[in-house]
């Protein structure tokens, strides 16, 4: 007996020498000899299959539902890892809004529910509501509430950045492609590990810079990325040390 659970046991190869089969194989030799025989062999082997015949199906058999099963398992998988969202009506009009608004690509100043029906001004104020919400459901943006039912206000994550503002701006490519290229700049020069100076050397906005310059500094160590707060920039400057360049270079490919 065996702990294992039994759908995960390891499959059996197909019985090849089995006692009826041994008996069964010269005299179909025999047989095969004598003139229309041949063919009437032919009905038996698929009417009256050999042991090793049953055993190499119902082997076939269980690699196949192994498969599905397999195949069932990584589909789940690849759906937790990598989930899809899908926004309709005054979710995608919001979302399409905000990305449209004035922005540094970064958390920025919070939003109030009046805010936001101010940029969709022909859309009710509860469903503008219920969109923000929505949109805080699938982590694009953040809700902070305080005293009173309508007293919150909303802010974009990077999550927004990385999945939608980059599509809605329609720059040609996206945030990670963008945080590959800033490497690409850093590696090129030591001067562009202060932030001004990489921004400048990429040429884009603050609401484009940002957010590639977010998703790179998850490659980086803390400890090697300036912690003090300005209002500009996620790090106004960092330290690389070799091993760092190393993970840039590996980023870039």
């Not at 290229?181 to 990429?202: F, G, I, Q, Y």
Request: proline share 7%.
């Amino acid at each position: 007996m065996t702990d294992e659970p039994r759908e995960h046991r390891p499959i059996a190869p197909p019985e090849t020498k089995h006692p009826d089969d041994r008996a069964r194989v010269p005299l179909e030799a025999a047989l095969g000899v004598i003139p229309g025989v041949s063919s009437l062999l032919k009905l038996v082997g698929e009417f009256m299959p050999t042991q090793a015949q049953k055993s190499h199906s119902k082997w076939e058999g269980a690699i196949s539902a192994r498969t599905n099963e397999h195949t069932g398992r990584l589909d789940e998988h690849d759906q937790a890892l990598n989930p899809t969202t899908t926004l309709a009506g005054a979710s995608v009009q919001l979302a399409v809004a905000l990305a449209r608004a004035p922005g540094d690509g970064m958390a920025g100043r919070g939003r109030m529910l009046t805010d936001l029906c101010a940029l969709l001004p022909d859309v009710e104020r509860k469903a503008v509501e219920q969109a923000a919400f929505e949109l805080n459901s699938h982590g694009l943006v953040t809700i902070d509430r305080a005293i009173g039912r309508d007293n919150w206000c909303l802010r974009l994550t990077q999550t927004f950045y990385e999945q939608l503002d980059y599509q809605v701006m329609g720059w040609g490519s996206s945030t990670a492609d963008d945080a590959r290229m800033l490497a690409k700049l850093l590696l090129e020069d030591e001067a562009r590990e202060w932030t001004p100076t990489l921004h400048a050397a990429s040429g884009w906005e603050p609401r484009r810079f940002n957010p590639a310059f977010s998703a790179l500094l998850r490659l980086i160590p803390d400890e090697r990325v300036s912690g003090e707060v300005q209002p500009n920039y996620p790090a106004q400057s960092l330290c690389l040390l070799p091993e760092d360049r190393a993970e840039l270079q590996k980023l870039i490919g």
